[in-house]
């Protein structure tokens, strides 16, 4: 038994953060929420309390990060000089990309994953596509760099959904993949499922799940295999959906319809579904992502960074989709960034104030994550779910004299100072226990960049 006293914690259904919660757990799972203001001691009175494991600021639940390209960490920094768009910046990326072995991608993710830790993220869904060799050919082992992923994951603490990802072609109309998008293929989409079907991690801190990367990856056809395998498992199902217009341009000049319509038609949508982006919906798209519960993972650091634009986020959830977040190409690593930044975005896209509250903000960094990424069981601070806590300092410059339910819109990252996944400590006073987070980055990053 672990018990933790929180000075404030954000509990399901309140409106605002609690005073002094005590927090207990067992074998990895919350056993006792107890506020102790207004409601009395606990019955072991003195003793219980200073048995507990004391948590200065406010306590919330563990963060989910739904939607993360590990080795992207590479390039923050690198793309940002000049003009262009998402299409030029591909190609500083697939540059990356034709670098990585198992054992550098091993050392990037770790560290990457372990940056994640001390921003308060306890599960990360990665988009991956890397799987084979710099000329497509497989690796001995055809899912060494998912077994990398899975490694990294449980070195950093954190827990892993690998969302394994079907890509096939390089445009809407087939066009073959060339150069570094050679690693990416597996042919077709009955080989993607047969290599993905034979990967099954050891670990209990991770979990496969299905993406189709897009409709420019994946062709119509073929999409029905990919939710297929997914929905036979039970298993999350992803997708990049209709970041940039030119995305849907092609996709209504080859199929004459849009991306959604096109998923819709071939059985993708739904609700263990995420459309990741989905910046340039029209209204039917809306619609018809609503009606099916198909999530939203918004990713709007990355967003702003690539020139993508600001989605309809509002009609959005008001459609139906339940919202989630990611750091994507890890511009920053911040989901406090990422919450406040999807009222922020949409306060500058409608020229009005007050769009989405703080317990918004908070599931859709927390419940809703942990949901998009097949872990039911996380994102609450309750009982019965698994101990995850995430402490956020409450006197430091940027949230000194701010009220807890403020954090949203005041704290960052680097204001985190105590996390725990699954029962276990992973960062205390906000330095990660096992990995030296900035030594690690700079080394593997240096190793894929020659800089």
Known sequence: MTRWLAEYAWLPDHAEPTADVLIEAEGGRITAVTPLVGAGAPTAGVEVLRDAVRLPGLTLPGLANAHS????????????AGRGDFWTWRDRMYAVAARLDPDSYLALARAAYAEMALAGITCVGEFHYLHHGPDGTPYADPNAMSTA?????????????????????????????????????DGDALRWAERVTAFTPENGHARVGAAIHSVRAVPAEQLATVAGWADRRGAPLHVHLSEQPAEN????????????????DHGVLGR???????????????????????????????????????????????????????????AIVDLFEEARAVELDERLRTRRRGHFNAVELLTAATAAGHAALGWTDAGRLAVGDRADLVTVRLDTTRTAGVPPVGAFFAAAAADVSHVVVDGRVVVTD??????????ELHDAIAAVTGQ
């Open 69 to 80: 390209h590990a080795f992207h960490r590479a390039l923050r920094g690198r793309t940002h």
């Open 430 to 439: 906000g330095r990660h226990l096992t990995v030296d987070v900035p030594a």
């Open 249 to 264: 341009d092609a996709c209504r000049a080859v199929h004459g319809r849009t991306p959604t319509r096109l998923l819709a």
């Open 149 to 185: 992923l899975v490694e990294a994951a449980a070195h950093a603490g954190i827990r892993l959904t690998l969302l394994d990802t079907c890509y096939l072609t390089a445009t809407v109309d087939g066009a073959p993949l060339t150069g570094p998008q050679r690693r990416f293929g």
């Open 272 to 330: 263990t579904t995420t459309a990741v982006h989905a910046t340039h919906p029209t209204s039917v798209d809306i619609t018809l992502l609503g009606e099916s519960r198909t999530g939203v993972c918004l990713c709007p650091t990355t967003e702003r960074d690539l020139a993508d634009g600001i989605g309809p986020v509002r009609r959005m959830a008001e459609a139906g989709s339940p919202l989630s977040l990611g750091s994507d190409s890890h």
